[in-house]
């Protein structure tokens, strides 16, 4: 009886082993879906930041998306249990009544594209698609500089890469476009929206700036050359066109940088000693490289926000420096956008219907 007793528990013991299982899947997703985020996050920081102090040392670039990733889990569970027969004398206190183990193992399947040169050419050197600077305006911290950063022109106003006087210069009226248009955006007075309906393409609204923003409405229409409305308070919609040379009249024409011109801009904010071979050497950037900063030391940097080692030497971003850590994530969004799956041509972009009326 004794012996019949100790099978059966042990047979519990076993059984509820193995339904513990049944809650190891939950914790394998909790403890490694996040585990993966991350180290696919990470090391897309620093290919970007390796390439862009690739650009700086005139070397060539590449990137590798991450295409899939297949994690198999296998769940191995055993159990034993010791009995004894015959007399009690010759067994008792010997025996392990149950033992037993729970093992899992992860094999995981991680895959790579490399991206195509011509995909490259193609995606990096064309300029940033209007879908995509809209949406880049809109969720940016400070969406003045996400203007001066994305925007290299609009209605003739410029903000040219590196200004070379006489030849190229920074025009005032464009700090002064991207200023008010951030401080309206911000109010909820300024929108960027897809046109439904008979319209199409896209267009800033402005609305509800009567009571407090009228003078900044009248400010930015005649910095772009466009008539006010017939009727103070009235909406005004404004289309929006990506294109370079004369604006069409009473519509807003943007010329965009491309991922080359942003990384090429954050390649020229690099600190490097003097002497340092084999690095380009750039003249001083407009307004759009000045929200970036790039440091480098001998030594590991104690607390970057990503960093790499290149050349013998650590390149970084300091975690303390929260405006260069927005304009990097600005540059890696749009990278992730024009890496093959990304969202180009079809990004979602606010569509309202628009009546022109209060």
Request: glycine residues 8%; hydrophobic residues 45%; charged residues 15%.
């Amino acid at each position: 009886m004794r012996n019949s007793a100790l099978v059966r528990s042990t047979a519990l013991a076993v059984a509820a082993v193995l339904s513990g299982c049944a809650w190891l899947g939950p914790e394998i997703v909790r403890t490694g879906r996040p585990a993966y985020n991350d180290a696919i996050l990470a090391t897309s920081d620093q290919q970007l930041l390796q390439n862009i102090v690739r650009m700086r040392f005139v070397d060539s670039i590449g990137f590798l998306a991450v295409s899939s990733v297949t994690a198999n889990v296998s769940v191995t569970a055993t159990g034993g249990m010791q009995l004894g027969f015959g007399t009690e004398s010759n067994y008792s206190g010997n025996l392990v009544p149950f033992t037993g183990t729970l093992r899992t193992e992860q094999n995981p399947t991680i895959s790579y594209t490399p991206v195509a040169a011509d995909h490259l050419l193609r995606q990096f050197a064309a300029e940033v698609p209007l879908d995509l600077a809209i949406l880049m305006v809109n969720s940016a911290h400070s969406h003045a500089h996400a203007w001066w950063a994305i925007v290299r022109r609009v209605n003739n106003l410029r903000n040219p890469d590196f200004p070379d006087p006489p030849a190229l210069v920074v025009d005032p009226g464009f700090k002064e476009v991207a200023e008010l248009a951030g401080a309206l955006q911000h109010r909820g007075s300024l929108y960027w929206v897809r046109l439904s309906g008979a319209k199409s393409g896209h267009a800033v609204v402005l609305h509800s700036y009567a009571s407090t923003s009228s003078r900044e409405v009248a400010r930015l229409l005649e910095l772009l050359g466009i008539e006010k409305p017939a009727r103070e308070g009235d909406d005004i919609v404004i289309p929006v066109q990506l294109s370079v040379g004369t604006p069409t009249p009473g519509a807003i024409s943007i010329e965009t940088r491309t991922l080359m011109d942003l990384m090429r801009l954050a390649a020229a904010s690099i600190e490097l000693p003097a002497d340092t071979y084999g690095a380009a050497r750039f003249p001083a950037t407009g307004p759009a490289g000045r929200g970036i900063h790039i440091h480098s030391s001998a030594a590991a940097p104690p607390r970057p926000r990503v960093a790499v080692q290149y050349r013998e030497r650590w390149y970084y971003i300091d975690d303390s420096d929260d405006v260069s850590k927005q304009w990097f994530n600005m540059l890696q969004a749009l990278v992730a956008a024009q890496l093959p799956g990304g969202a180009t041509g079809s990004a979602p972009v606010l569509t309202i219907p628009v009546t022109g009326r209060r």
